[in-house]
């Protein structure tokens, strides 16, 4: 539904994007994560077609943005992460103006306001003044503005950051329900947990590459699953010693009772290891990954980038 490859963007000297191959399936919930500066806005301004990318193509529901630009507009909803503030122009009126660039008028447009500020819980906030809305609200109000079209593609740009908490989960809401009406989101955030509950999909970009994607259980299941606790009741210098010699482990720390340590590899390297230590004859009572949060997973997958 949103595919790039090889996407490269400078800004003079500056290289904003080193080749990001992104792959968004239809009805995703893409979670883009990455820290400032990692490429993130670039990205979506391509998308949107409001930036034309020096190499690489990126395509919204298989159309090329630069040879389809009409298309992709159509297709679109974009939500950018700073937004002007419109002197004089009530949350309903606003709308209305935005309606009318897509072509829609009169009633159809009178009712497409309501039911989008419905959506955004700005129902009794049309006649107030955009400039004296919360950021929260202006925020849920450029949403809504998103939405005008009815696009199947949404690129909202930090949505779910600011400062106000409510403001946060009030938005987390409002794209779970967007989920639920079939739309394919490409989210950008730098905090992966502020999404984690909401994304199907995650990529994560970092120096201007796209250094992870994929389906967000994959993703965290093999960043977690080098870090292994291994206890057993007696024989620990062999356990220590045989887990030392092992192929791709890296002994983190060692007491009486337990050993903990990094494997490299899959749940087949786990059990690998767990089946050498019992032929070994170690009487083990604990084997198992530790809980690694989120933004653990984070740091290490967007660290791994930085260095390769
Ligand atoms: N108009 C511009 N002129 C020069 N450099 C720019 C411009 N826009 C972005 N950059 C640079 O390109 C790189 C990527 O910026 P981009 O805004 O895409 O990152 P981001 O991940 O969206 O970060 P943020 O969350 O801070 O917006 C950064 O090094 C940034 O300084």
């Known amino acids: 539904m949103i595919r790039t490859a090889g996407l490269v963007k400078n800004y003079g000297r500056v290289t904003a994007l ?3 191959d992104l792959e968004v399936p239809a009805g995703a919930v893409y979670g883009f994560i990455g820290r400032n500066g990692a490429g993130k806005t670039t990205t979506l301004r391509i998308l949107a077609g409001l930036l034309v990318p020096d190499g690489g193509v990126a395509e919204i529901c298989g159309r090329d943005v630069v040879e389809n630009p009409r298309a992709v507009r159509a297709a679109v909803g974009y939500m950018p992460d700073f937004f002007g503030v419109y002197d004089g122009l009530r949350a309903g009126e606003y709308l209305l103006f935005y309606a009318a660039t897509y072509g829609i008028r009169g009633e159809r447009a009178a009712k497409l306001r309501d039911d989008l500020l419905e959506l955004v819980e700005l129902g009794d906030k049309r006649e107030d003044f955009v400039d004296t809305l919360s950021r929260g609200m202006q925020q849920r109000l ?5 939405l005008i079209h009815d696009p199947p593609v949404l690129l909202l740009d930090e949505p779910a950051s600011g400062p106000d908490p409510m403001a946060r989960v009030k938005m987390r809401e409002i794209l779970k329900e967007l989920c ?3 739309k394919t989101m490409l989210i950008s955030s730098h905090i992966l947990s502020e999404l984690a509950d909401l994304c199907t999909h995650i990529g994560i970009v970092t120096g201007g590459r796209l250094v992870r994607q994929g389906p967000l259980n994959e993703i965290l299941a093999g960043a977690a699953e080098r870090n292994i606790i291994m206890r057993c009741n007696e024989q620990l210098p062999e ?3 045989l887990v030392a010699g092992w192929p791709g482990a890296e002994i983190v720390n060692a007491t009486k009772e337990q050993i903990e340590f990094r494997l490299a590899g899959g749940p087949a390297d786990m059990a690998g290891l767990l089946r050498a230590l019992i032929t070994l004859g170690v009487p083990v009572t604990h ?4 809980e690694q949060s989120l933004e653990e997973t984070f740091i290490q997958l967007a660290g791994e980038g930085n260095g390769a």
Do not use: D, Y
Not at 142 to 146: E, I, M
């Open 18 to 20: 080193r080749g990001i």
């Open 142 to 146: 450029c949403l809504a503005r998103s």
């Open 180 to 182: 639920r009406l079939g």
């Open 239 to 241: 356990a220590v010693k």
């Open 287 to 290: 084997f198992a990954q530790t």
